[in-house]
């Protein structure tokens, strides 16, 4: 109603020319604060995050569920990938180093690791996640984007406590389970592609396990500080496949500092096996890579989502660019690196232990499941860009013309509105 007098009011002037006045002084602080609110969004774009060549589909599969294929069904492999917990414990598994590989073995390096950081507890934990096991609540379907030679979808939940968690699945075409192992191990080639890497260090390791202790520093936009990440890191291997594990630890060593910032709450790990090539030669060509993440950084989830959700897609990209860079590199006889040795130091899973592990994990009829809710032409408005804005509005409106009351609660339906695009499972 204050609108509609408003507006009554300044159609009421005597001449066009007041008439057009009085409207942009009514609608002037409206298109201040869009333009504000671009700029401000565009700065904030991290150099990672691009929009070229990006075309977004706003609608998801009718079946996500068959989008993140268990690693031990409908894959073509000859062997059920899942390991056994007998009598409540998770059993040892020998570890082993491939004798027979050319790698040159390095003399010097970090201290050796005193105690494992990274435990067989951890992998059952990746395995869970693998097989949609874990008891977590259904992941809800973010992204599903593609290229000539890689394809890619993601999902994304909130759990009860914690920060928010992503999975993904990444197919890459023409590429071996081996050489994304040591690719995403391997943080001497990483400064090359990774453009965040300002310091990467391995602070300990166990030559026979192969796990490390590494410390990374990786920078952020401007409105986000430095960030610091000391984890322990260690591969399990099954055939060729491959359980990744990285999470945040624990290192009295390097103690924290105000700046950067030291990220506690970090877990990041992979799931890669050879699947078949999208030709559909029959030959397991391609290499399938689930990523499981999360991490609290300090800063608002919803804020941390919204970035996500920005640069996920061009994050994806840099990171396929580095992988043929590597994979070139790695053609032309290159020197291995001491991460990527590392990487091939890994932990052998007794396959007759995933298979009853799977038996057990069936009987109990265990899964997790994952929504299905259809986002078709939806699309997800940030409330907090669009609650800022009003409040940007209100802050330059200093000629009553709209009560600032008025503005918040219009801001707060479009909030709403933006959450009801996307509901909650």
Known sequence: ?????????????????????????????????????????????????????????FSAPSSPTALVPSSSKGLGLTERQSFHASEGHTPSFGSYVDTGSEIEQFDSGPSQLNGLPITDEDLEHLWHLVERKDGGPPWKHM?????????????????????????????????????????????????????????????????TTGTMIVHWVRKFPFFCSDREYIFGRRIWESGRSYYCVTKGVPCPTIPRKDKPRRVGLYYS????????????NGQLTACEVLLFHHEDMGIPWEIAKFGVRQGMWGAVRKIERGLRSYQKS???????????????????????????M????????????????????????????????????????????????????????????GKRASPRA
Not at 269 to 280: G, H, L, N, P
Request: glycine content about 4%; hydrophobic content about 40%; charged content about 25%.
């Open 269 to 280: 790990s992979w799931f890669i096996q050879a699947v078949e090539s999208r030709k559909q």
């Open 330 to 356: 790695r053609a032309s006889d290159m020197k291995i690196s001491h991460c990527a040795f590392m990487a091939q130091v890994n932990t052998k899973i007794d396959p007759e232990n995933l298979k009853s």
């Open 143 to 207: 992204l599903d984007r593609s290229t000539p030679n890689m394809s890619y979808q993601a999902w994304q939940r909130d759990p009860e406590t914690g920060p928010p968690q992503y999975c993904s699945r990444t197919v890459y075409e023409d590429a071996t389970p081996e050489l994304l192992r040591d690719f995403f191990w391997d943080d001497e080639f990483r400064p090359k592609w990774d453009d965040m890497i300002v310091h990467a260090e391995t602070i300990e390791e166990c030559p």
């Open 1 to 57: 109603m204050v609108l509609v007098e408003s507006f009554m009011e300044i159609l009421e002037r005597p001449t066009i020319g007041a008439v057009f006045v009085e409207i942009m002084m009514f609608l002037g602080p409206v298109w201040v604060a869009f333009l504000l609110g671009i700029t401000v969004g565009w700065i904030w774009k991290p150099k990672w995050a691009s929009w070229k060549n990006c075309k977004f589909d």
């Open 358 to 417: 799977e038996e057990d994990e069936e009987s109990s009829g265990s899964e997790v499941q994952v929504s299905t809710a259809k986002h078709e032409g939806s699309i997800n408005i940030p409330k907090l860009l669009i609650i800022g804005g009003a409040l940007v509005v209100a802050c330059t409106l200093d000629r009553g013309i709209i009560p600032k009351a008025l503005l918040f609660n219009v801001a707060k339906r479009f909030g709403n509105i």
